[in-house]
Structure formats: C-alpha cells, structure tokens
C-alpha cells in the first residue's frame, strides 16, 4: 500500500504543470473518496440496487 505522500506525489506526477491548488486539491479529495468507498465494499457497508430503488421510490411518489 502506498503512504500517503506516495499518493500525492503521483496525483501531482499525473497533473498538468499550470495545474491549480484547487485542481490538486480536487484530485486529492477525489481519490480520499473512492479509497473510502472501496474500504465500504471491503468491510460490507453498502446498499443494494434493489433497496436504493425502493429508498427513491419513496422519494419520486411524493
């Protein structure tokens, strides 16, 4: 697994050199997001498709 600064150091390999700070730091909260969303799958935490139909369905008739 990669540190941390590991990963910054490629996010900011991968960027154009005139990127902003907020680029970076968009690309920084993106990708603390999808290392969160696969740590959810790995542990369980998720819904399925079937019960975010049924939670919006709720939602869409009201």
Do not use: F, T
């Given at each position: 697994?990669?540190?941390?600064?590991?990963?910054?150091?490629?996010?900011?390999?991968?960027?154009?050199?005139?990127?902003?700070?907020?680029?970076?730091?968009?690309?920084i909260y993106v990708r603390q997001k999808i290392e969160q969303g696969l740590e959810d799958v790995a542990a369980?935490?998720?819904?399925?498709?079937?019960?975010?139909?049924?939670?919006?369905?709720?939602?869409?008739?009201?």
């Amino acid at each position: 697994m990669e540190s941390a600064k590991q990963q910054v150091q490629e996010i900011l390999e991968n960027l154009p050199e005139d990127a902003s700070l907020e680029d970076i730091q968009y690309h920084i909260y993106v990708r603390q997001k999808i290392e969160q969303g696969l740590e959810d799958v790995a542990a369980g935490r998720v819904v399925s498709h079937e019960e975010v139909q049924r939670r919006l369905a709720k939602w869409l008739s009201k």
